[in-house]
């Protein structure tokens, strides 16, 4: 997602600063898209006025923001930190305030809703949490990247929205591996039991837009990892247990999840489900 939204950026004529926690995959997509890759976040965070992080995980945002070398010791005043990683809402919280700590910048929390063909188009959903004005400043580069931008609330809302819409994604993805494997072991060809949930009334966004990776997961590339999607849904589940909000599907969602890592899944597409869901009895 990090490099796709650096090309992007490149092609509509921004400026571009890379840094990556693996220095050679930095220097390869800097090489590919013209921009310039540095040795640490605290010079890619100095570069600013807006500066774009897209991590896997909380740990991973904590270790690039924190010390001497981190984002918040480069992100000085006038500069605005858009993290897109999907992490806990604390997180968010706390990295803004370390931002704000260490060398007087700003920071939101803008996680987004779509893949890399869709970053590619400029068409991601983004949800933000943080200060208007600080959104504002951010505008001039998310919008090149985003259809839509919506401001849900302060630090941490951003976060917070992204699980809700992430919870609603994997239960998509589980409903539809489900509903194919019984259409398949009963006995309807797979290309038109899709073709028929394309159709109907349940055919919206998720189903379109997952339908080669369900249909030919053989010839689709990766879009989302399964251990990622365990990584989501133990966020979203600790959330609900800190909101008090019964999330019963999601925990069937995590236990099936879970089977399917332990079956060597991890590093396939979160469609794979279907696959384990074929060798299951």
Sequence with gaps: MGAAMAGRLRAAGLDVVLWNRSPARAAGVAADIDARAVDTAREAAAAGPVVLVSLADDAACRAAYEGPDGVAAGAGPGTVVADTSTVAPQTAIDLAALVRARAGGSMLDTPVSGSVPVVERGELTIMAGGEAADLDRARPVLDVLARQIFHVGDHGAGATMKLAVNALVHSLNQAVA??????????????????????????????????????????TPVAFRLDLVAKDLDLILDLAARAGAPMPQAVTNRRAVADAVAAGLGDEDMSAIARFLRGSS
């Design 178 to 219: 489900e509903a194919l494997v019984l259409a398949e072991r009963s006995g309807v060809d797979r290309a038109a039991a899709y073709e028929v949930f394309a159709g109907s009334v349940a055919g919206g966004p998720f189903v379109q837009y997952k339908r080669a990776a369900f249909e030919r997961p053989e010839d």
